[in-house]
T-cell receptor, first 111, second 116 residues
Framework: KNQVEQSPQSLIILEGKNCTLQ??????????LRWYKQDTGRGPVSLTI?????NTKSNGRYTATLDADTKQSSLHITASQLSDSASYIC??????????FGKGNQVVVIP | DVKVTQSSRYLVKRTGEKVFLECVQD?????MFWYRQDPGLGLRLIYF???????EKGDIPEGYSVSREKKERFSLILESASTNQTSMYLC???????????????FGSGTRLTVV
């Protein structure tokens, strides 16, 4: 079973609307959690990183939250733009320095 | 701006060829990684290195080898390319920082390899 589960697998939203992506993980011990944005055909680009003691982190219109007790994270996109169309990947660093990757949330923003 | 640079965006090779994928980082990071990314499977770790001339197998090392002769360069080698190695290959580097391991984890732009 994958240690990092993301939902929804894909979604379509109207330009200007908000959306929230979910990430549930079972990794233990846990060092940090990141969200990456990956445009089609490109490498992932870091949006946020949070350690277990942090519960929110913002990067422009992107806001990530973390609940280390329930092992859940979310990424909220505010006032979506066409350029937000991408795959968003949740990544958890395990205690052995390895990373556990979610399979991504595919977001499509339409005008 | 810090960078992880992969030498090729697109590569087409024939079955049986020896293939070299090059990755260079300019951040003086100790750790470097090679992943492949396939639809429905996400990113999977092939090999990684924590120091020059050091390498460790990841989750799917079969059919691959690596070389790290200098701190800034990490090469992935396909000794005899096969069609099931057609994939997107991503290099990454990281360094401890901010009190947590792998803090500055940066990916390259990827190499789309097609083996025909």
């Amino acid at each position: 079973k994958n240690q990092v589960e993301q939902s929804p697998q894909s979604l379509i939203i109207l330009e200007g609307k908000n959306c929230t992506l979910q990430c549930n993980y079972t990794v233990s011990p846990f060092s940090n959690l990141r969200w990456y944005k990956q445009d089609t055909g490109r490498g992932p680009v870091s949006l946020t990183i949070m350690t277990f003691s942090e519960n929110t982190k913002s990067n422009g219109r992107y806001t990530a939250t973390l609940d280390a007790d329930t092992k859940q994270s979310s990424l909220h996109i505010t006032a979506s733009q066409l350029s937000d169309s991408a795959s968003y990947i949740c990544v958890v660093t395990k205690g052995n320095n390895r990373l556990a990757f979610g399979k991504g949330n595919q977001v499509v923003v339409i005008p | 701006d810090v960078k992880v640079t992969q030498s090729s965006r697109y590569l087409v090779k024939r079955t049986g060829e020896k293939v070299f994928l090059e990755c260079v980082q300019d951040m003086d990071h100790e750790n470097m990684f090679w992943y492949r990314q396939d639809p429905g499977l996400g990113l999977r770790l092939i090999y990684f290195s924590y120091d020059v001339k050091m390498k460790e197998k990841g989750d799917i090392p079969e059919g691959y080898s690596v070389s790290r002769e200098k701190k800034e360069r990490f090469s992935l080698i396909l000794e005899s390319a096969s069609t099931n190695q057609t994939s997107m290959y991503l290099c990454a580097s990281s360094s401890p920082g901010q009190g947590t391991i792998n803090y500055g984890y940066t990916f390259g732009s990827g190499t789309r390899l097609t083996v025909v």
